[in-house]
């Protein structure tokens, strides 16, 4: 059973930056890819950004460019890094990780751009 630990959301303005950060319980070897997604009030949950466990990564449109995603092997956690934020990024972020055969989430951390 993976756990997972996110932290980093908050209250930014416009063209703000956040990195947030998401700890698994277990090392990275029984873990094939990591990922962000967030669900916005009303909407469905959407993939972020991606990264497999040989590095690739892999970004929706509305993120390539503007965000960043990240690992530290050492210590089973990966980032996104957040910059530009627009209003519309506005969302509840879960972190995933998905091993062969089982796919799990963190409790989500909110991200509210605002002025």
């Known amino acids: 059973q993976v756990q997972l630990v996110e932290s980093g959301g908050g209250l930014v303005q416009p063209g703000g930056s956040l990195r947030l950060s998401c700890a698994a319980s277990e090392s990275s070897s029984s873990i094939r890819a990591r990922a962000w997604y967030r669900q916005a009030p009303g909407k469905q949950r959407e993939l972020v950004a991606s990264i497999t466990i040989g590095g690739s990564t892999n970004y929706a449109d509305s993120a390539k460019g503007r965000f960043t995603i990240s690992r530290d092997a050492a210590k089973n956690t990966v980032y996104l890094q957040m910059n530009n934020l627009k209003p519309e990024d506005t969302a509840v972020y879960y972190c995933?990780?998905?091993?062969?055969?089982?796919?799990?989430w963190g409790q989500g951390t909110q991200v509210t751009v605002s002025s």
């Open positions: 995933n990780a998905r091993t062969v055969l089982n796919s799990y």
